[in-house]
């Protein structure tokens, strides 16, 4: 490989691994997108169609990239059946890992944000 040639990974390639990476956790009910996320699928999916491209569910994921670090958030639904701090940490590290086996790319940050909580005693 030609060492002057720079390979760039697109946000929102990142954001798909990390979304599959997420809903695989044990706890995960489902990802939620919240506005700033459904604005952003919108606007994203109908590029992809645009272009003839079936869009990877991203939903509930944001990716910036800045000065090379990877931040990723994550919007989701836990089980109330788990442990809704140890889901998060386990969301952390896989998606972390993932994204790393998947682009290279380590994230700086993984924020996790369980937005609501499903089952469980009431």
Do not use: H, W
């Not at 994550?74 to 682009?103: C, E, M, P, Y």
């Amino acid at each position: 490989m030609n060492p002057e040639t720079e390979s760039v990974i697109a946000e929102p390639v990142i954001a798909a691994v990390a979304a599959y990476a997420a809903a695989t956790v044990p706890g995960v009910i489902r990802l939620e997108p919240g506005l700033r996320g459904l604005a952003g699928s919108v606007v994203r999916t109908a590029r992809q169609k645009i272009k003839g491209l079936d869009p990877a569910p991203t939903e509930g994921v944001r990716v910036t990239i800045e000065k090379g670090e990877v931040r990723l958030e994550i919007d989701l639904t836990s089980s109330g059946f788990d442990q809704v701090a140890a889901v998060g940490q386990a969301v952390q590290r896989t998606v972390a890992r993932a994204v790393a086996d998947a682009t290279g790319l380590t994230a700086a940050s993984v924020t996790v944000s369980i937005v609501d909580i499903e089952g469980g005693l009431r």
